[in-house]
């Protein structure tokens, strides 16, 4: 976690997504003003990255 110069809470995933779970709106590094605001972004992101990894291809 990183906190900005104007307070801002700042987080990147250690490991990139993969391109479809990118497509999928997953994204590396969120922000927000809280740090609960900040996990429930990054929960979001991981959730949306489970989301592609669960799909099963037709």
Not at 29 to 34: I, P
Request: a negative charge; proline letters at 2%.
């Amino acid at each position: 976690m990183i906190v900005s110069d104007q307070g801002r809470l700042w987080a990147s995933r250690a490991a990139p997504f993969t391109d479809d779970q990118i497509q999928a709106g997953a994204e590396r590094t969120v922000d927000a003003d809280t740090l609960d605001e900040l996990l429930a972004e990054v929960a979001r992101q991981e959730e949306a990255a489970r989301r592609v990894v669960g799909r099963v291809a037709s």
